[in-house]
């Protein structure tokens, strides 16, 4: 069955409309309750999904490989393609997506450069998914993100929510602010000074109306936030690992947080989590990062069969 979305890349949450963000919110949750309740999918049954990553990745990763193959399909994976593809030789991502095409139905790539992923695609003739290109953008994580949200709080509109951390090179709240920014949210943008949200992101959420207070003070912002989404320091992106190790640290999630937070308050993260949240947090039941890292399953289930025409 065709779609909105068949035959379509994604690469950049700027080309993503709501009525896709609904698509696939509600094709996942079909999805989901088949699974649940004991069913199986044979939707990509002897189709190949290409899995060409060339950044570390453990969830995007196996939650895209997991969703192939929850689907009745294939995959062909390169973890390693920094170092393990002919990459090394000298092939542009551009021809890798023309020849990748000849063996694949659709493909997923992480890169280390922002704007590789729409190279790969310039050259593939199959749907390309982006699975984060440098601090630029991770739309499907960002997805995940919307259903995790929909799911934790019984729905999108209207919220206020906190981003925190490393809001300048963390591509995820890059991606999810600007989904999050059609539902009408109230944005808190915690980070330290160095760290903060890119100035053209933040402008143009204003710019489209929404509300965005910049501080570095997390325990104001989370006293009134429904949700707060904690990212990483991401020490790989910076030059300076002296500034690294001072920001460090700057943020921790712990009980004394939560006890001065709006009641209920919803803990998301995309993982992988290093000294943000203290583990004591991992029992609290607003805690949802692991229920959030599942979500990447059904939901990239939902890319991939929508992406193809098979869902
Ligand atoms: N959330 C996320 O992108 O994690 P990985 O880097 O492990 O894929």
Known sequence: MTSVLTGK????????????????????????????????????????????????????????ETAMLRLGGHVVSTSQGA?????????????????ISGYADIAVIRHMLPGSAQD?????????????????????????????????????????????GDLKNGRTVHSLSWLLGKYGPRFYFVSPEELRMPA??????????????ETSNLYEAASKSDVLYMTRIQKERFDDLSLFERLKGTYVINFDLIENSKSGITIMHPLPRTDEIDREIDNYEGAAYFRQAANGGPIRMAIIALLTGCE
Do not use: C
């Open 9 to 64: 890349d994604i690469l950049h949450v700027k080309d993503i409309k709501l009525e896709h963000i609904s698509l696939v919110l509600e094709t996942a949750s079909r999805f989901e309750q088949v699974l649940a309740l004991g069913g199986r999918l044979f939707n990509m049954d002897g189709k190949v999904l290409a899995v060409l990553f060339y950044e570390p990745s453990t969830h995007t990763r196996l939650s895209f």
């Open 83 to 99: 170092l393990a593809s002919s990459a090394v030789k000298g092939e542009t991502l551009y021809d890798t997506g023309k020849m």
């Open 120 to 164: 790969f695609a310039n050259g593939a003739s199959v749907p390309v998914i982006n699975g984060g290109d440098g601090a630029r953008e991770h739309p499907t994580q960002a997805l995940v993100d919307l259903y995790t949200i929909q799911k934790e709080r019984g729905g999108l509109n209207n919220l206020a929510v906190t981003l925190a």
């Open 200 to 213: 053209e992101i933040t402008q143009a959420l204003r710019d489209d109306g929404i509300e965005v207070v």
